[in-house]
């Protein structure tokens, strides 16, 4: 492992993101070993149950139940799924479609530069919210529908970081030499531009995640995001508020699990950007 | 009374736990009114005074022994306030980076303003007719105009020029300038340091003058002093040090500068560079023993003590008196004033560069020419300089040779096959013929990639990348052609020093032996020594590989030493161009005129 690597994994930020990633992971790939029961699965005589630690609690339901009687811990779970999925396949994919575009637009310039760049401007002179929802009125409902929308919304992100970023970078001499060597526009771009940029775009890559773990709540929130039979962290939310004050825990629960993903995503990527920035870098020394 | 006056000042900087001295026991007296040059390569420990005097240290760095006096009063004992009073007032500075002493955001006037507030002149009436007074004074004409521009408005020479009229303005005491012309053009040069000095004699002010250049130091101070690892190795009254130095660090430092007489003569190479800070813990004797030509086996037991000569001349070496003795030896020639071969490598015809600059609302687009009419030719194993002031179209004439722009009119002729439009037949020919040095190594070497890579890069490009072992095999020899060592291999650049990164840039661009190599200022940001040893390398890699070479410098006397023949660009075009000597020794046009003059006289 090159010393870069390993300091990066020392520093504590770090180290506690990856940490409560991983969690959140394991979660959602082991949901239906761990879960309790089944998160769909209803049970009429015993709804709004507390947690299992207060007087009137049930050992079946460690976080007690909701409306339906539904297990609060399974469903929490199966959200993690949901919400995971969101978060590295929409992430990943605006990153994609923003930095393929931000590297092409930095390295060439000129048309197409002004076209995308454009486009970008048009495009973020929306509200993201308003976007989404309105992208998903578009789309109907579903998890793949939440996934394309995020994708739509937030590759704008990527594209404008990365094409300044790419800008600077190709300012080098040595991305000049290497056209001189011979090397094709492809090739400098994959074997220069990138290993300079990687550092940026996995920074931002996990701050999307975290944008994309909120944005997912908020569509589930207004019941555009995912279809009603799938356990979802804005979905329950939603399904709590009517019962606030019978049963709080309902409502505490999925927010404070939304808290900690995205809280999660947010001290990595912190923790990566000030591992990766050599200006933070020299101060510190 | 001395002005400045350092009594065994010791420097210590920690580094990882273990203290390393930066700046060992060097004294110094400055008179009122006089100038010490304090001369040095990187590394010496030369900008640690000026930081001392300032109170600038970098963090970790401390002033652990002697004495530095101030008109009798310890700086190294002030408290804050007492420091801030002198600073700024009694004492001034000159920094090296004129644009990033100003602030971008505010106006010149403003920014000299403020200087003057800070001295006390209350009446802004006042503040306002003395900065004109200083500004006329620092030769900058139209003062009026200049206090409401903005430090991009103005070239790194005006700049300057604001930051000595402001260095000055609080009448101090003493002045400490910093490689003030470091970063100028050399004509510009020139001009700075002539008026640096008019102003140091108008305020009677004394100078510390800190530089790399000991021919720049020798045309301005009146003492000298030499720094080695951190310590004075010789001091005394320029002419003394100059004619008969008594350190061998201060001859070699002479004869690895190129002369500018007529007959020319052999650089002295000094192997080697100077220690880091981290050897330098574990060295032992004379610091200057193991690249000291005329070292014995005692210099390496002890420190030698510093040996008075004359009167206020001293060095810090045991056998003062082989010093003189020290001789360039016989290196391989350079400028090689060989015939006009038949056929020539390089043809360039009628060659136009014009760049449209873009359409404002009320502005209509103007063209600017930055190459006119260049017409010149360059033979195989021919070394052809390039000279003329930044902005004289240089750069952009490189670009149009190595097809990084099209040019808007004329024709190149490169190996026999037309190369004019940046078409993909002429990008394959250009691939095989010619090959480009860069500036600055630190901007030419991918961070990310290990040496063995880097110079080898040629053999990843196209269709065909060679393997592994092969790649190796060939980093390997260029390595050793370059003079370095194989382990060199699996490092990465921020591993090296400058003068290795150099070398590592020329060996990749000749990695698959292009005909002809563009080198951009390639030895401008090297220190003396350094640039000695890339100069003869370039001619020894000449006589292996075989290869022509352009030449681009402001330095006319490291051309004079490279190149048999020369181009003179002013304002875009080629203004006189022919063998070497000859322009040297009779130029015609006015500005060729105007560059020799810009080179320091020899000593």
């Not at chain 1, 090159?2 to 990856?18: D, K, M, N, Q, Y």
């Not at chain 1, 094409?163 to 290497?178: F, H, K, P």
């Not at chain 2, 720094?227 to 001859?251: I, N, Q």
Request: hydrophobic letters at 45%; one cysteine or more.
């Amino acid at each position: 492992m090159s010393p870069a690597v390993s300091a990066t994994l020392r520093s504590g930020r770090v180290v506690i993101g990856l940490g409560l990633v991983l969690f959140l992971g394991m979660c959602a790939l082991l949901a239906p070993l761990i879960a309790p029961h089944d998160p769909a699965e209803q049970n009429l005589l015993s709804i709004l149950l507390p947690p299992a630690w207060s007087p009137d609690g049930n050992q079946e339901f460690p976080f007690g139940t909701d409306s339906l009687g539904r297990c609060i811990l399974s469903r929490l779970i199966y959200g993690a799924r949901t919400a995971m999925v969101v978060a590295i396949v929409a992430s990943l994919g605006a990153m994609l479609l923003g930095s393929i575009l931000g590297h092409v637009c930095g390295y060439f310039g000129g048309i197409v530069d002004w076209v995308v760049g454009r486009a970008v401007d048009v495009w973020m002179s929306f509200p993201p919210v308003i976007l989404s929802l309105v992208l998903m009125v578009g789309l109907g409902t579903g998890l793949d529908k939440v996934i394309m929308a995020i994708i739509l919304v937030d590759w704008t992100r990527f594209c404008r970081v990365l094409r300044s970023e790419v800008l600077v970078v190709t300012q080098r001499d040595y991305v000049t030499a290497a056209r001189l060597l011979g090397f094709t526009h492809w090739q400098t771009i994959t074997r220069e531009i990138l290993p300079a940029t990687l550092p940026l775009l996995i920074t931002l890559l996990s701050l999307e995640m975290a944008v994309a773990v909120v944005v997912e709540a908020i569509l589930s929130f207004v019941g555009l995001g995912v279809r009603a039979d799938e356990a979802a962290w804005g979905q329950m939310i939603a399904d709590a508020r009517q019962y606030i004050y019978q049963s709080p825990w309902n409502l505490l629960f999925p927010m404070f699990a939304i808290i900690i993903a995205v809280s999660a995503f947010n001290l990595l990527g912190d923790g990566l950007r000030r591992a990766f920035d050599v200006r933070l870098a020299q101060l510190a020394r | 009374m001395s002005v400045l006056e350092a009594r065994d000042l010791t420097v210590t900087a920690r580094m990882s736990g273990i203290a390393v001295p930066v700046l060992r026991e060097v004294s110094f007296r400055l008179g009122p009114g006089r100038i010490l040059g304090v001369v040095g390569e990187s590394g010496a420990g030369k900008s640690m005074i000026g930081r001392a005097i300032a109170h600038l240290l970098p963090s970790g760095f401390a002033i652990t022994g002697g004495s530095l006096q101030f008109e009798g009063r310890n700086l190294t004992e002030l408290r804050h306030r007492q420091r801030r009073e002198l600073l700024g007032r009694a004492i001034s500075f000159i920094p090296q980076g004129p644009l990033s002493a100003l602030n971008p955001v505010r106006t010149i006037g403003r920014q000299f303003d403020e200087h003057l507030a800070h001295l006390g002149i209350r009446r802004r009436e006042e503040r306002r007719e003395r900065a004109l007074a200083m500004l006329s004074a620092a030769r900058l004409s139209d003062p009026w105009r200049l206090l409401e521009r903005y430090p991009h408005q103005l070239s790194g020479g005006m700049c300057q020029r604001v930051l000595i009229a402001m260095a000055f303005a609080s009448n101090p005491r003493l002045v400490v300038a910093d490689e003030p012309t470091t970063a100028l053009d050399l004509t510009i040069q020139a001009h700075i340091v002539e008026l640096i000095a008019q102003m140091q004699q108008q305020h009677a002010t004394a100078l510390v003058f800190i530089t790399h250049d000991l021919r720049l130091a020798a045309h301005l101070c009146d003492e000298i002093m030499v720094m080695y690892a951190g310590r004075a190795v010789e001091y005394g009254p320029t002419r003394a040090v100059l004619s008969a130095p008594a350190h061998p660090y201060t001859r070699c430092l002479q004869l690895a500068n190129p002369a500018m007489c007529p007959q020319g003569r052999a650089l002295y190479l000094l192997p080697e560079q100077m220690p880091s800070l981290r050897e330098l813990a574990r060295m032992s004797g004379c610091r200057f023993a193991p690249r000291c030509p005329v070292a014995t086996q005692e210099c390496l037991q002890s420190e030698p003590p510093i040996i008075s000569h004359a009167a206020n001349h001293w060095a810090a070496c045991i056998r003062p008196q082989v010093t003189l003795q020290i001789v360039a030896q016989p290196a391989l020639p350079g400028a090689i004033p060989g015939a006009i071969p038949a056929r020539s490598l390089l043809q360039v015809e009628n060659l136009h560069k014009r760049y449209i600059t873009a359409r404002h609302m009320l502005r209509s687009a103007t063209e600017i020419s930055a190459v006119r009419n260049a017409e010149f030719g360059i033979a195989a194993n021919e070394f052809v300089g390039l000279v003329g002031e930044s902005g004289s179209g240089k750069s952009t004439l490189a670009k149009l040779l190595l097809g990084l722009e099209p040019p808007s009119a004329g024709r190149i002729v490169l190996d026999g096959e037309d190369v004019t439009d940046c078409s993909a037949h002429a990008r394959q020919v250009r691939i095989a013929t010619v090959q480009m040095v860069f500036q600055d190594p630190q901007s030419a070497l991918n961070p990310r990639r290990r040496v063995a890579s880097i110079v080898t890069q040629a053999m990843e490009a196209g269709r065909q990348p060679a393997a592994r072992d092969e790649r190796i095999k060939r980093a390997k020899a260029l390595l050793s052609d370059m003079g370095l060592s194989a382990e060199l291999a699996m490092r990465y650049p921020a591993q090296l020093s400058g003068g290795q990164r150099q070398r590592i840039n020329v060996a990749r661009a000749l990695c698959k032996v292009p005909k002809i190599l563009v080198a951009d200022e390639v030895v401008s940001g090297l220190d003396v020594s350094i640039q000695a040893q890339l100069l003869q390398l370039l001619l020894r890699l000449r006589d292996e590989f075989q290869f022509a070479m352009l030449f681009i410098s402001h330095d006319l006397s490291v051309v004079r030493h490279l190149c048999s023949r020369v181009l003179v660009m002013y304002r875009g075009e080629i203004v006189e161009q022919g063998p070497t000597e000859a322009i040297f020794a009779q130029p015609q046009h006015a500005h060729t005129r105007a560059l020799l003059s810009a080179v320091p006289a020899e000593y």
